[in-house]
């Protein structure tokens, strides 16, 4: 086995951070983020998720007709983007399709808006059908750790309107379970606590590879868990009490 010493402050960090109104941003970064679109070089991702964003891209095929809208944005830009909202849209319409600022998936580099390439894209609200590519888009992006993060019904636990156009990297298999099960990334946050060291794991078979998620609460100072000792992990702080550890099997 292979002991992992986990800090407080690894807490809010990795691809499960649950960002919205109630858990801000605690930890900055802007380091590791390349740019996804040969068009722009202000449009920028964390570098697993902009490599994922990619190969999705690629699989779907005509990639012309998506492009990416938004990705990483800096603290100062999205208070720019909610200011400039707020003015020109109303505090009503801005609350409910720009994340206050510290409280929005944009700054982790981690989410991405994407829209239909055609002359006049709405930065804020760009058009994203549910046919055609787009279609393609929405079905395969789970397999390369993509879920469309506000989804239609969820309102009210996200806090954020039904955004068709907002994709967050969460990883893979993560991004499956939960477009499997319906759940809001809220939701799964909560949900994945059911499994915790010492008690059951959440199983997910991969082709022939069985993949262990579990949950470990911090504690103050650093927390100790086990994985085996031969087999690759992925471990993520979820930004408000612990870690989810994902254990890749034979």
């Not at 070089?41 to 990416?68: K, V, W």
């Not at 981690?110 to 393609?136: H, K, M, Q, S």
């Amino acid at each position: 086995m292979t002991t992992l010493c986990l800090r407080q402050e690894d807490i809010y960090r990795g691809d499960l951070m649950l960002v919205n109104e109630k858990y801000p941003i605690k930890k900055h970064t802007s380091r590791g983020m390349i740019q996804i679109a040969r068009e722009s070089e202000s449009i920028l991702m964390e570098a697993r998720a902009a490599a994922m964003y990619t190969h999705l891209m690629r699989d779907i095929g005509n990639e012309d007709e998506i492009i990416p809208v938004s990705a990483y944005r800096s603290k100062e830009e999205q208070e720019a983007i909610y200011r400039e909202s707020t003015e020109r849209n109303g505090e009503d319409f801005t609350r409910k399709y720009v994340a206050l600022p510290e409280r929005s998936e944009h700054q982790t580099g981690l989410a991405v808006d994407v829209g239909e390439n055609r002359g006049n894209v709405d930065f804020i609200c760009p058009v994203l059908p549910y046919t055609g590519i787009y279609g393609r888009f929405r079905e395969r992006a789970p397999r390369y750790g993509f879920i469309e993060r506000y989804t239609k019904g969820k309102e009210k636990i996200t806090g954020i309107a039904h955004e068709p156009w907002h994709f967050r990297y969460v990883g893979y298999p993560h991004s499956e379970i939960i477009r499997d099960k319906g759940f809001c990334l809220e939701e799964y946050t909560e949900y994945v606590k059911n499994y915790r060291i010492g008690g059951g794991r959440l199983i997910f078979q991969h082709k022939s590879r069985r993949i262990e998620i579990f949950y470990v609460p911090s504690c103050a100072g650093e927390t100790e868990t086990e994985v085996p000792g031969d087999a690759p992990y992925q471990l993520s702080g979820n930004n408000v009490d612990g870690f989810v550890v994902t254990v890749w099997g034979k």
